[in-house]
């Protein structure tokens, strides 16, 4: 079976210091995994995805992830937070052996940047 | 090109009432979907369709019904609206090359 789990509820930073946004998962099958971002009464937008290609993915906006099978975890990170990267952000699983799109949610984040 | 468009956006309704839920997409996608957000709890899967005609149940089906009589439109249908339904619903289409999940804004929906 698939879960995803992320490790923090709320994060909080200053800005122009990094972001670290945890997540690990769990999932029988090679995933896919995708983080996606909800800025405040907005639908979710992808910011990056793993599809086995390389294990350091990079989106946008300086979001980068890390796929760690070893650790079966899958960080966002961003070097240096900006005011308007304060939104909620959800790490998603999709398990390739499978078109059903049975996806799977974290429970999300919420991440705050302070002036 | 609107991509996935949901209406309407807000509605409050009465215990009991009944209410459907458009969405509709021009992406050409096969597969779409209807989630619900609440608080704490990311989203939920309510229901979704591989193509149309077709439709299967996901994590919360229970007092929600869904048609996909065509492949740009996915309904989805509260038949006797419960407190519990409070919430806000989105709708998404996915690329099955990618995987990449497109996302309508939301309904908020609130049950008095």
């Known amino acids: 079976a698939q879960s995803v789990t992320q490790l923090d509820s709320h994060v909080s930073v200053s800005e122009g210091t990094p972001v670290l946004l945890r997540c690990n998962y769990s999932s029988s099958y090679s995933p896919s995994l995708f983080w996606y971002v909800q800025h405040p009464n907005k639908g979710l937008q992808l910011l990056l995805k793993?599809?086995?290609?390389?294990?350091l993915v990079k989106g946008i906006n300086g979001f980068e992830a890390e796929f760690k099978k070893s650790e079966t975890s899958f960080h966002l990170t961003k070097p240096s937070a900006h005011m308007s990267d304060a939104a909620e952000y959800f790490c998603v699983v999709s398990p390739t052996s499978s078109n059903t799109g049975k996806l799977i949610f974290g429970q999300g984040t919420t991440l705050q940047v302070k002036p | 090109n609107a991509g996935v468009t949901q209406t309407p956006k807000f509605r409050v309704l009465k215990t009991g009432q009944s209410m459907t839920l458009l969405c509709a997409q021009d992406?050409?996608?096969?597969?779409m979907y209807w989630y619900r957000q609440d608080p704490g709890m990311g989203l939920r899967l309510i229901h979704y369709s591989v193509g149309e005609g077709t439709t299967a149940k996901g994590e919360v089906p229970d007092g929600y019904n869904v048609s996909r009589l065509k492949k740009q439109n996915f309904l989805l249908g509260l038949e006797s609206a419960a407190p519990s339904q409070t919430s806000v619903y989105f709708c998404?289409?996915?690329?099955?090359?990618?995987?990449?999940?497109?996302f309508g804004e939301g309904s908020r929906l609130t049950v008095l």
């Open positions: 992406m050409n996608h096969e597969y």
């Open positions: 998404a289409t996915s690329d099955t090359n990618t995987g990449e999940l497109f």
């Open positions: 793993y599809t086995s290609a390389a294990t």
